[in-house]
């Protein structure tokens, strides 16, 4: 259970750590050209408090993407645990899995970002991870820090997921997507497979 208290302990985490919180938002933002307004991409703000889910709560809804292949299927408890106790589609989470490492838990990016989520070193430390290398905790460490993103922009995924990617202060500074090459490309991966992974009825 000591996952559970690591939990409680999280201030921040991913990339960087959290720069102080601004209770604006972005101005609306209508591009780029390839997003897609007739898909589902944003989610509900969190009901508080947050609680650790019990057997019963993950069962039912335990398995990975078709696309994810045999990979994944180690880390389904641990995904359904941190979508359910962040509030967040679960299949967000194994998107952004598959973008950043591709479900390979022990992969380190040249900039040194560590795990199946890539989080530095430094918010590793920052937070308290005992181990940004451990699977459980690299993923429930990345799924604190896309749901503290995506309650800062109102649950818009483009937004967070641009956040996750070249830090909040771009997504402010451009007021959406940053014009990066890399940043668009890994919003419009990460959102492709999303949205490949929702049941149909949620896609209407």
């Known amino acids: 259970m000591w996952l559970a208290a690591l939990l409680l302990a999280l201030t921040a985490c991913a990339r960087e750590a959290l720069p102080p919180t601004s209770p604006n938002s972005p101005a609306p933002y209508s591009g780029p050209q390839w997003r897609e307004p007739q898909r589902p991409a944003r989610i509900a703000p969190p009901v508080t408090p947050y609680r650790w889910p019990d057997d019963q709560q993950l069962w039912p809804r335990i398995r990975p993407p078709e696309w994810a292949g045999p990979k994944a ?3 389904v408890e641990t995904v359904q645990r ?51 290398r ?11 820090y896309l ?16 956040a996750y ?23 419009r ?11 149909a009825e949620r896609l209407e």
Request: no cysteine; aromatic share 14%.
């Open 134 to 144: 451990d699977p459980a905790q690299n993923i429930l460490g990345g799924a604190y």
């Open 189 to 199: 991966k990460v959102m492709s497979y999303y949205w490949r992974s929702l049941p």
């Open 73 to 75: 299927i180690r880390f």
């Open 165 to 187: 990617n070249a830090g909040p202060g771009a997504v402010r500074r451009y007021g959406g997507i940053p014009p990066y090459p890399e940043t668009q490309n890994y919003v």
């Open 82 to 132: 941190a979508a359910t106790y962040y509030q967040l589609p679960p299949e967000l989470l194994w998107a952004v899995i598959k973008v950043e490492s591709d479900f390979r838990d022990k992969v380190v990016s040249p900039a040194g970002a560590i795990g199946l989520m890539q989080l530095m070193p430094s918010t590793a430390r920052s937070i308290g991870l005992r181990d940004a």
């Open 147 to 162: 749901r503290h993103l995506a309650n800062r922009f109102e649950g818009d995924l483009y937004f967070t997921l641009a």
